[in-house]
């Protein structure tokens, strides 16, 4: 091979080949299918963790115990975050500032149970799970005309 060939065939792959643009960002899930398999379940792995039940039994703490069951709220609390970026894709949001606002403070707000797993602080993660819900809370008020987001 020539070097001219070479050096033609390297122009041809740099034109065609390693700088294409790239795509904007889409899903084939309409937003009811993001808030139903993405977004609710990993929002219960968040709720779920920490909670407090009381019955005749007297009361019992559900909180993570095991690094399994941390990593799994870690989990959860990561996705939620990309979640809010999700929201954010274009097609999804219904306007331009509030709707990003709102998918936003999600994102924020999963910040908050993200370092709690990480820390293993269930205080902070319960408090997270309350903030985590004002936000789901708050989109659906003004997006939504209903309030349920956990659904049982
Ligand atoms: C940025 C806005 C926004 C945020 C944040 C948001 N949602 Fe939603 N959600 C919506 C909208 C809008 C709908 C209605 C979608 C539709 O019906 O097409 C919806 C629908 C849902 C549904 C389907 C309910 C039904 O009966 O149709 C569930 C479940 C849900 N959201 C859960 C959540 C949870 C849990 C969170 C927080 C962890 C959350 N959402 C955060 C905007 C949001």
Known sequence: MSLKTISLLLCFSILF??????????SSLTLKQLMEWVIDPHADVVWDSVK??????GDTEIYPRTDEQWESVRNSSATLIEAGNMLMVV??????QQWIMYAHQLSQTAELALKASIDKNKDALF????NIYNACK????????FDKPVAK
């Open 138 to 145: 708050a989109c659906h008020d003004k997006y939504a005309d």
């Open 127 to 130: 408090d997270a799970g309350g």
């Open 52 to 57: 407090f039940i009381s019955n005749t039994n």
């Open 91 to 96: 097609g999804r949001s219904k306007d331009d």
């Open 17 to 26: 080949g390693c700088s294409p643009k790239a795509p904007p960002p889409k």
